[in-house]
């Protein structure tokens, strides 16, 4: 099950970061800022569970509700419940062995 687990956390980190791979480079500081406040719909500077689902669009798609919530619960550092802008733009941490 972890290996599953693992398996589909990797395949969300890479759909999630297609649009880096595509420009070649990572994105910038300044264009993940950008990211997070064009998915920030309630300008309340924090990312919902929704908000966050909706910014993935079609990168999401092939992922379990599950793996999306266990994906961004990684990302909840502070475990409120929402991803504020230094935890969207930090770089992921591998999930716990």
């Known amino acids: 099950m972890r290996l599953k687990t693992l398996a589909a956390a990797t395949v969300l980190a890479a759909a999630i970061a297609a649009p880096a791979f595509a420009q070649q480079t ?3 500081p300044e264009e ?16 919902s569970m929704a908000e966050w689902k909706t910014s993935l669009g079609d ?7 599950e793996q999306l919530k266990g994906f961004f619960d990684r990302r ?5 419940g929402s991803l504020s802008k230094a935890e969207f733009t930090a770089p992921m941490q591998r999930p716990a062995q």
């Open 26 to 28: 990572p994105p910038t």
């Open 32 to 47: 993940q800022a950008a990211r997070f406040d064009k998915a920030d719909a309630d300008k309340n500077g924090k990312l």
């Open 59 to 65: 990168r999401a798609a092939n992922a379990t509700d």
């Open 76 to 80: 909840d550092a502070d475990k409120d």
